[in-house]
């Protein structure tokens, strides 16, 4: 295979490419589904076109955002088998069964409904179409339940065994899939949908007040917008609290690399910003920091709710000190010696390949038995030195400060938002305000997309934990034909983008002119 | 259950998942006809029509990866990963026509609507093509090796090896392209079967009617050459043994005894092609007959259905390998574990609620056939 290191890392470009484009849509169909539908409640409620107007204002903005999320989903499924064709073998049998689960429960649910809800206005009753409506949200949502599902193993493999006839993992146990790390995950990015989406809402409607057109269309969004929003946020952060806490549990070294920390302590600081310095390394004596603003016993509490817990850094960690899946500090084995034994993990599999092959059944159980005892750093087999097993410290820290900091300042601007909207209405007079909420729109998506990529260069270079690392994971394929791949993706999606961004812009600003106070005008 | 119980269970929903599939590629059929209709009002019809539906078929596209990836999963990589041009092909046409609906009509779009009528063009022709292509490897094979112990060479960790060209060996293959031609007419005659019951215009109606003619048969011409060599081919039936390694053995003419040994389903593609053949004629010869699209299209479904079944049933390795035919898949060796399966079989109870809300919402939806009038007065249309 030609220069497996360029096809690994042109895969993970192609990868991370499209689940990035993919993610720029995705939250907003999530929460934008979610404010439609309870528009559409209270004209339901209300019988009143204005609310219906705004109903089919919002829908018509989702139907545009829904087309190019299911456009960008469609690669990232198959991609699993187009460029990671060994992991759709090695863990297939355990990822595989939350996609199809996904396709069969969610996927059918959204296509069969999205259609009424943009067809069916007159063709079904006004119950039928509302619950069409909440279908179709509640499908995105079960959609996301489980990828997320299926992300999250991936972080924190459980209820699985590894079969060395087959040479691949299986399934033991289905529910073990629902682990803390799922559930965090899951309402993390469910919720932070809510909360982009409240911010679109509010920037857009700010934007019809900034040219003083449809003003009372525009605050009836921004309510449901703002609290829609702020309920999102505040969930994203009570579960973001709760994934740092199953992260350092589960994945400690992803702490370390997002907190750019070689060397822990108890009663450990939390960077708020600062600049990591790139010349540091696990085994040298640099600073870590070329500056940083500390809070002090910001990372035990982040970490462990304890002021006074241990945080391991990335050298801590190489050295065998680390914490368990109960937060307790415990003394492990070193990184070195997990690659040595995830080596002779490999050597038990070939010697019980052969004795397979052979028919011999004895040689095979003592394979077998050494097998297991080492199967737990399996994946440490493939390295050949520590440095390998260390994320990209540098992006993980910084992407890790712009979701936290941009969570934070969106925090103060839903509170702001609803102040102004009924603290005397000044929000729909202040027009440095409604230019702020405008220029925030595009703050939420850097925000969003920082979060997957904590999560996702934070766990390199694992595809799963521990067991199989990425350079593993790849399809058999030349380099040129990922290259070529790559670029057609990043020019496609990208063509696709600038037409979503543009028809997008082109709705808002017609339909702003227009008199939105009646479903009529459409 | 036992794991053959569920292996042959499961690789009946694929059969299913397929042949449901191959029925809905009457949106691809119908947008392959979009560029040759020159009356816009015409072409706004059929995109109208197809659009109210374009998400089931690629939903469907969706969960029959998804079905095979849970199911049979060493399928799922050798394949994909293998056949790799093959598969991105059909990809990059399901993302083109993703986005074309919506876009095609919108102010702003940058592009035009022309260039989102031709991504719709393309993706009815590339897609029905290639799918069939996809399709026929499931009998001629691939050119692929097998190798679990390559996941402990560090330097080449990959289990399955495909020939340098990755998928354009299987798009130059005849048979396939044969298959995949007759895929294209069936999914033009369905898509001319969908729309005559679909669109309320009777002068367009007629129209469709001398095309469905057309379509329909070149589809039986590519279908029947596909059928005569499908059924003197040679394939490959296995034997495994106490290790679980398995021997492959070339048959002659092994699908045509496989049509023999398992009568049911040489049974089901006669009924399938009778099914065909009854909604096909029926919509050409009577003027005011219109739901050819309900006989042809369940007919479609048995026909694939049966093909999927001789692929992979009756001890038949379902994906063969031509350069290492112990290589091949079967259902035995390709596939989930006994846990896995029986899971995703609780799961699979869920079908007949999809299928039955999903069957209401089309009946909702389609009582009132489509009209010039209704698109002139519809809130949201492509």
Redesign the interface.
Known sequence: ?ED?MTVVDWSRWQFALTAIYHWLFVPLTLGLSVIVAIMETIYVRTNSPKWLAAT?FWM?LF??N???G???G??L??E???????Y???V??????P???????A??????????M????D??SRG?HLT?TWLTAIGASISALWILVANAWMQYPAGTEF?P????N???D?WALFSGVAVNKFFHAVFSGWALAGVFVIGVSCWMLFINRNTAFAQRSIKVGAWTGLAGLLLTMYTGDGSAVEVTRCQPMKLAAMEGLYHGSSEQSLVAFGLVNPDKSWNNTEDEYLFAFEIPYGLSILANHDMHSFVPGIADIINGVSVNAQGDTINTISYAERIARGKQA?EA??RF?IA??N?DKTAMAAAQQALQADYPYFGYG?FDSVDEAIPPVGVTFYSFRIMVILGSYFLLFYVLVLIGVYYREWLYRARWMQVVAILSVPLMWVCSEAGWIVAEVGRQPWTVQDLLPT??A?????AS?VIT?FW?FAG?FT??L???V??M???IS?RSSQDLETANT? | MTLEYLQNYWWLLVSILGGILVFLLFVQGGQSMLLSTRSAERRELIVNSLGRKWELTFTTLVVFGGAAFASFPLFYSTSFGGAYWLWLIILFSFILQAVSYEFRNKRGNIYGTGTYDLFLFLNGLIGCVLLGVAVGMFFFGGEFTVSRGSLLDNTAPVISNWAPSHGFEAMADWRNLVLGIAVFFLARTLACLYMINNIDNYPYRDSLRQRCLIYGGCFLIFFLWFLGVLLTTTGYAYTTDDFGNTTIIPIGCKYFYNYIDLWWAGLTLLIGVGLTLFGWISTVMRRNYTYGIWPTGFGVFLVVASLFWVAGYNDTAFYPSTIDPDSSLTIRNASSSHFTLTVMSYVSLLIPVVVLYIAYVWHCMDRRKISIDELRTADHKY
């Open positions: 295979m497996l089919k018509t139907g545009i829904f087309a190019i299911v456009a960008t469609l690669v499924e198959f699993f088998g187009t460029n990671w064709s060994n759709s073998w090695f297939g049998d355990i990822f595989g069964a996609l199809a689960i996904e396709g069969i429960v996927f059918f649910m959204e296509s069969t409904f999205v259609a009424v943009f067809f069916g206005w063709k079904v039928f069409a079969d006839v087959q040479m691949r299986i399934m033991t289905f490999h599999l070939r390949d397979r092959a028919g493939y350079r593993a790849i399809s058999s394929l030349p034909s791949t057609l496609i063509i696709l600038i037409a979503e543009s028809i812009m082109h709705q017609i459409y």
